[in-house]
């Protein structure tokens, strides 16, 4: 398993066009917690996003497209993912 919080990026960026996006690889607190692969790496991210595509979503409904995003991470092995969702700057 080789995910990093660039390829994550990636993906979301590609399919979200965010107005805001960090991505944290926090495997390494994690160690020995269930889902670690004792790396350190690529197993528990967080991710803080705000995209146009969220807007008028329910939170469960805004998470759900992100999961659905990273889908293939996590059937390679990415065991757990805390979403951040930003609002868009009031104008």
């Known amino acids: 398993m080789n995910i990093n919080a660039q390829q994550l990026e ?3 960026r590609q399919q979200f066009s965010p107005f805001e996006l960090k991505v944290w690889d926090e495997s390494a607190d ?3 917690h269930s889902g ?3 790396t350190g790496q ?3 991210f967080r991710v803080r996003i705000g995209c146009a595509a969220f807007h008028g979503l329910s939170r469960v409904a805004k ?3 992100v999961y659905d995003c990273l889908q293939a991470f996590i ?3 990415l065991h757990a993912l805390a979403i951040e969702v930003v609002d868009p ?3």
């Open 75 to 77: 059937a390679q092995g």
């Open 30 to 32: 994690h160690a020995g």
């Open 89 to 91: 700057p009031i104008q």
């Open 36 to 38: 670690s692969d004792g």
């Open 10 to 12: 990636l993906a979301l």
């Open 63 to 65: 998470h759900r497209l």
């Open 42 to 44: 690529g197993t528990h």
